[in-house]
């Protein structure tokens, strides 16, 4: 049978509480992944982000993977872009760029992820604003960097990933690294981007002044490294790779219903897995398997004994004994097992936007609690959505100069249902 979409719980509801970045205006140069991921995050957080977009089609994402479950809208797009404003602006003519510069006179913060020479013909990058907008904070997310020998090469996640070392450990010992299905160079980027722009924000509260934040994908991969990075510069050689199962036991198993994988890094564990998961206290009393030494020594026979026992129960099975003896350990579930979990729905952690095209644009909901600011989750915007709305309450812009500028192709004013 043809897969259907599930049914998706309404939109969490929004709290009367300004949220913690009420009052702070984005302009939003950002297309396709890390930029816009970094973005919601702003505009979930309560800030005003204005999505800048080309009239001729918009962000990129818009087109990528229709689904006609949602009226012919993205769900990519609708993933990275809520809790903001699209508005339709031609940057290539003057007068759409006087239009950009009008907004920025009333904005805290610009992100962008274009190549540098994008913004420097425009006269958008940073040195061409900095003495105009000396208090606004100007994020630039690049694959390499605004220095540099590559400053100006285009960055995509799977490239960079591998330049940065991090596919090469993308795999089990004697195995081929595999491309990642999920892009998390990318969603790293987008997160240190937004760290540094709240640190950008937080320190313009003491001086009073804007800066440069320069946010590279490379950079980004290479701080994933981590402790496996901070190894190879102690000893100089690489990080190992590790066997998809290991005696602690540690690794990926079979069960009755499919794969589970258990970390069982300690003695102490071991004692609790062979009692109080498996039942198993004559492994507690074989000499080959007391200590995590010796377990790793005498591996085979142990892993052995495991697989058959682990193949005997379910997933849920052990997951629930392997929790409960306080041993870390997951069922390997699809996305959409993850996304339907029990936990997702505890957490409150998927849930529907209303939206005039699509009816209901899926979400997940930021991975963090604010007590008191809680984030407030707006609908993706349709492409030009709030260019009437956003430029009317700019001085000098009334109805006449809009339709104006309508007129000339500098803007789009697209009238869309509100949603």
Request: net charge negative.
């Amino acid at each position: 049978m043809p897969a259907s979409a599930p049914v998706l719980p309404s939109l969490p509801a929004i709290s009367a509480v300004p949220g913690a970045l009420s009052g702070i205006r984005v302009v939003d140069f950002t297309r396709v992944l890390a930029g816009p991921f970094g973005t919601q995050i702003l505009g979930d957080l309560g800030a005003d982000v204005i999505k800048i977009e080309n009239p001729k089609g918009g962000d990129d994402t818009r087109a990528i993977r229709r689904q006609e479950a949602l009226g012919g809208e993205a769900p990519m797009f609708l993933s990275l872009n809520r809790s903001k404003r699209s508005v339709a602006v031609d940057l290539t003519r003057e007068e759409g760029r006087q239009v950009v510069l009008d907004l920025l006179a009333t904005a805290d913060i610009l992100v962008e992820n274009f190549t540098g020479r994008v913004m420097r013909r425009f006269g958008l990058d940073y040195a061409s604003l900095k003495e105009r907008f000396p208090r606004l904070i100007y994020c630039s997310v690049s694959g390499y960097g605004r220095t540099g020998s590559n400053a100006d090469a285009a960055g995509y996640d799977a490239p960079v990933a591998a330049e940065a070392g991090l596919t090469a450990m993308n795999a089990f010992a004697g195995g081929s690294p595999v491309l990642g299905a999920i892009a998390y160079t990318d969603i790293t980027t987008a997160l240190n981007a937004t760290i540094a722009i709240l640190a950008a924000l937080h320190a313009r509260g003491h001086t009073g002044e804007g800066q440069h934040v320069d946010v590279a994908m490379f950079d980004s991969a290479l701080a994933n490294l981590s402790f496996q990075g901070a190894e190879y510069l102690a000893t100089g050689r690489e990080p190992p790779l590790y066997r998809p199962q290991l005696p602690g036991p540690r690794g990926l198993f079979a069960t009755a219903d499919g794969d589970i994988v258990i970390t069982c890094s300690s003695d102490k564990m071991f004692r609790a897995f062979c009692l109080e998961v498996i039942e198993r206290p004559d492994l507690l009393e074989d000499p080959r398997f007391a200590v995590l030494t010796e377990r790793m020594r005498n591996g085979e026979p142990l892993l052995a004994e495991l697989r058959g026992v682990l193949l005997q129960q379910p997933r849920s099975y052990w997951s629930e004994r392997c929790k409960r003896a306080g041993i870390p350990c997951g069922p390997v579930r699809s996305a959409g097992e993850a996304l339907m979990s029990a936990e997702a729905t505890e957490r409150g952690l998927v849930f529907g936007l209303p939206h005039a095209i699509a009816g209901t644009a899926p979400a997940i909901a930021q991975p963090f609690r604010l007590s008191e600011t809680p984030c407030q989750y707006a609908s993706p915007p349709m492409l030009g959505q709030h260019t009437h709305a956003v430029l009317s309450a700019l001085p000098g812009y009334d109805d006449a100069r809009i339709a104006a500028l309508e007129a000339s192709g500098a803007i789009a004013t697209i009238s869309h249902p509100t949603a």
